[in-house]
């Protein structure tokens, strides 16, 4: 069995018993992952080592599961810089909302999916600061600083400009699954398939009796 970084999680469930996995503990086994809650700094460094273990010890594919109401820039660089270094194909699906800096690492994954009601707002951080004059001026600075980045790398992946981009993070621009794609957010809208494969063999039927 693969390890990992133990950390609590809505999908645990139930206390974690010697020899017996939560949820969480199996779908990361399965290669899937979560963006649930705000992303903070210690929800990106959990969601790196995550990534990265699961890029040391397969080749196959990474599902990164998105439902988050926003999160800081600084987390959401660290993410995106992880994401842009993996050896391994990562698919992003939204399943519920992307908000301000979580729309990064969905932005820019190899994959972009979203289920068919999620909701994207394209919108600056919001955070509280307290200070000096000089020092809040030079946090922000600062922030409009690592904006621009957090724009420039978001605009290649959407294919749009990063002034644009800047521009609807300022407006707190909405987006439903639909927008999101002809944005260019994302690049498919998740809806179940069905497929129907003939059985071998002769095909059965009913001989009338003489």
């Known amino acids: 069995m693969t390890a990992r970084p133990g950390t609590s999680h809505p999908l645990d469930g139930e206390p974690e018993d010697q020899g017996r996995q939560t949820v969480r503990d199996r779908l990361f086994d399965q290669r899937v992952v979560f963006l649930w809650g705000p992303l903070d700094d210690a929800l990106a460094g959990h969601l790196a080592a995550e990534l990265m273990t699961l890029d040391a010890t397969g080749d196959d594919p990474v599902h990164l599961h998105i439902d988050s109401p926003g999160g800081t820039l600084e987390a959401a660089l660290c993410l995106v810089d992880v994401i842009d270094l993996l050896g391994v194909e990562l698919t992003a699906t939204c399943v519920g909302q992307a908000v301000g800096p979580a729309i990064g690492p969905l932005a820019v994954a190899q994959h972009r999916r979203a289920t068919p009601h999620a909701r994207f707002r394209l919108s600056e951080p919001v955070f509280d600061l307290a200070g000096s004059a000089r020092d809040l001026d030079a946090w922000a600075a600062h922030q409009r600083a690592r904006l621009r980045q957090f724009c420039a790398r978001l605009a290649t992946s959407i294919g749009t400009s990063a002034e644009a981009l800047e521009a609807d993070l300022a407006s707190g621009r909405f987006l439903d ?32 009796r003489s």
């Open 177 to 208: 699954a639909n927008q999101a794609l002809e944005y260019g957010l994302i690049d498919e809208i998740c809806e179940p398939v069905a497929r129907v494969y003939p059985l071998p063999g002769p095909r059965l039927g009913f001989t009338p």
